[in-house]
Nanobody
């Protein structure tokens, strides 16, 4: 499984970005898809996940109400819409896939994309 994340960039505080993650090598229909992020000198942290059928989504408290995860299984792609961005959202964002139908545990995601940098200026 290969995951390719894109859509990062530089944005002012209050702005929006949409990240995309395209999967190849296997259909991800039965997989949990997630977004994680890692800020400089910090550990990688959970941001959002979508269960295999999009019936269940879960967000970190820090992004709840501002970020929305969605997926298009026909395109084997997952998205992260980020609104009302804050400087503390600055990080490298990673998409990941887990064969479990629902999980948000970082160590249960064996497949990772290369990361895309999001920088929010104040």
């Amino acid at each position: 499984v290969q995951l390719q994340a894109s859509g990062g960039g530089l944005v002012q505080a209050g702005g929006s970005l949409r990240l995309s993650c395209a999967a190849s090598g296997r259909t991800m229909t039965s997989y949990t898809m997630g977004w994680f992020r890692q800020a400089p000198e910090k550990e990688r942290e959970f941001v959002a996940i979508s269960s295999w059928n999009s019936a269940s989504t879960y967000y970190a408290d820090s992004v709840k109400g501002r970020f929305t995860i969605s997926r298009d299984n026909a395109k084997n792609t997952v998205y992260l819409q980020m609104n009302s961005l804050k400087p503390e959202d600055t990080a490298v964002y990673y998409c990941a896939a887990s064969p479990r139908s629902y999980t948000l545990m970082l160590n249960e995601f064996p497949y990772w994309g290369q990361g895309t940098l999001v920088t929010v200026s104040s």
